[in-house]
């Protein structure tokens, strides 16, 4: 596949970081995992996945306490939340070799464009987006319940033919490590594709307490979704992206068919980390507000959470 063993690391290796690194390093390649309170547990005992498709899986990985002990790496995967991309910043440069491509593993609007300008001007950023339901169990234990896929567009850098070749250098990794992994042409409509799922699920599973299945069982609850989910639409078409005919219904559909799942703000929520209010509402809400349209029932979502996100309490 390649003539060359690219070094792959990853910054935020929890879930998302985890699950992808892991299973880049059990396809063979060059990984290393950056941690921070996990590091010593993770050095001791190693990455277990725990996952309903692959099987268990427990590795030794080669972890960091520092991002200046890592070695330079052609790769950066970023699976931190987008809540901290400004202490991550530095550590991504440290990281980096000369011209690393950066894949931001976010959810939401405008990670690339605050990102960018803390990087140096030879490294390539690209959007990721994970379609999949996992999360951390345990300091160095992830739960891998269904999907797993991660699409990937190419942002910015200098890349001389609009990043094309990166993109796709990058899916093949991923589909060597058996994940599935297209090239998104349009990364921003991308983003808003994402969010349809993204903004009922992820801040009702705060505002309600309830999970997926929980959420798809009741009729007014799943009323409020399809209703966010259209408001989404909406927006997007406001801001030029038009999403493929169905595709809310889409959505609607393969979650009715997923296991039971806990949204990954519904986690932050519960182990009171912030919430990612910024990328999955506010720019969404400003980008659609600025091109003429309104998104009332997605406002009111993002009043109660940041109501919560500020220290209210939830019922």
Request: aromatic letters at 6%; charged letters at 15%.
């Amino acid at each position: 596949m390649h003539s060359y063993t690219p070094r792959i690391g990853i910054i935020g290796s929890g879930a998302i970081g985890g699950f992808y690194g892991l299973m880049l390093a059990r396809a063979g390649c060059d990984v290393h995992f950056l941690l921070r309170s996990e590091y010593d547990i993770v050095r001791e005992r190693g990455v277990t996945l725990e996952s309903a498709v692959h099987g268990t899986l427990q590795m030794n990985v080669q972890a960091y306490a520092s991002a200046a002990d890592m070695p330079p790496c052609d790769w950066l995967l970023v699976g931190a939340k987008a809540t901290s991309n400004d202490q991550l910043a530095p550590l991504i440069v440290q990281a980096a070799a000369a011209g690393a491509k950066v894949v931001l593993l976010q959810n939401g609007l405008g990670v690339e464009e605050q990102l960018r300008p803390a990087l140096r001007n030879d490294m390539h950023l690209l959007g990721g987006l994970c379609f999949i339901c996992v999360n951390r169990q345990a300091p160095g234990v992830i739960r891998h319940q269904a999907l797993g896929a991660v699409n990937l567009g190419y942002h910015s850098g200098p890349a001389s033919d609009g990043g094309a070749a990166l993109v796709e250098e990058g899916a093949a990794l991923f589909r060597a490590a058996g994940i599935d992994s297209q090239a998104m042409p349009d990364l921003a409509q991308a983003r808003w594709q994402k969010l349809v799922w993204n903004v009922p699920y992820n801040g009702l599973s705060v505002l309600l307490g309830a999970s997926t299945t929980a959420l798809m069982s009741d009729s007014h609850s799943r009323a409020l979704i399809q209703a966010l989910m259209e408001e989404v639409v909406q927006g997007a078409a406001a801001c030029g992206h038009v999403l493929p005919a169905g595709y809310a219904e889409h959505l609607f559909q393969v979650t009715e068919r997923m296991p039971d799942y806990w949204p990954s703000m519904y986690h932050d929520h519960v182990h009171k980390r912030r919430l990612e209010l910024q990328a999955i509402y506010a720019e969404p809400l400003a980008q659609a507000r600025a091109a003429g349209c309104r998104l009332p029932r997605m406002e009111m979502l993002y009043q109660a959470l940041a109501f919560i996100d500020h220290g209210g309490q939830a019922g």
